[in-house]
């Protein structure tokens, strides 16, 4: 069993929407039993609430299930418990990296999956309000993600 956190700021917009979306793509290649799939923020004021009603239109106009999705903070065991974890932007990382001191997992950016972009961020829909742009960077970067994980674990 391999498993994958994926973390932003608030846990309701970007780190849920690509649970969401890597969730579907295990489903779809037939790994649940192979991939666990979670999320987190590393700020707690949403911890408990649903997606954003931003993140939920944009997953439910493609038929893609948030069910039962709740935020939370990420805790300092979540940083052991997972084998590969994806911020979606720096700041996001440099969080991480303060609380992983001796983690043995290995820490991401979501775009370092996306071939031949030039972005490294996934820009906070908190703030810009574009949740399609979020859609398409989270799209292609669990893509390379499942990809990636399939090739080096041979599944
Ligand atoms: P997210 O967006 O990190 O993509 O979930 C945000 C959600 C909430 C806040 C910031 C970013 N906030 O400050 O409450």
């Known amino acids: 069993m391999i498993s994958v956190l994926f973390v932003c700021l ?6 849920p929407m690509a649970e969401a979306v ?14 666990r799939v979670d999320s987190a923020g590393t700020g707690g004021w949403h911890e408990g609430e649903p997606p ?4 939920r239109e944009i997953l439910e106009t493609r038929g893609i299930s948030h069910k039962g999705i709740r935020a939370r903070q990420i805790s300092r065991e979540d940083l052991d418990r997972f084998d590969i974890i994806v911020a979606m932007d720096n700041s996001n990382l440099a969080a991480l990296r ?9 820490l991401y950016l979501l775009t370092d999956f996306i071939p031949g972009t030039d972005r490294t961020d996934v820009p906070d829909p908190y703030y810009t309000g574009n949740f399609e742009e979020v ?16 090739k080096q674990e041979g599944i």
């Open 52 to 55: 954003h009603r931003g993140t």
């Open 135 to 150: 859609y398409e960077l989270v799209e292609a970067g669990c893509r390379g993600l499942l990809q990636r994980i399939r």
């Open 22 to 35: 890597f969730r579907q793509m295990v489903r779809e290649a037939g790994l649940e039993k192979q991939i």
């Open 98 to 106: 303060r609380i992983a001191d001796q983690t043995s997992a290995d």
């Open 10 to 15: 608030g846990n309701i917009c970007r780190s």
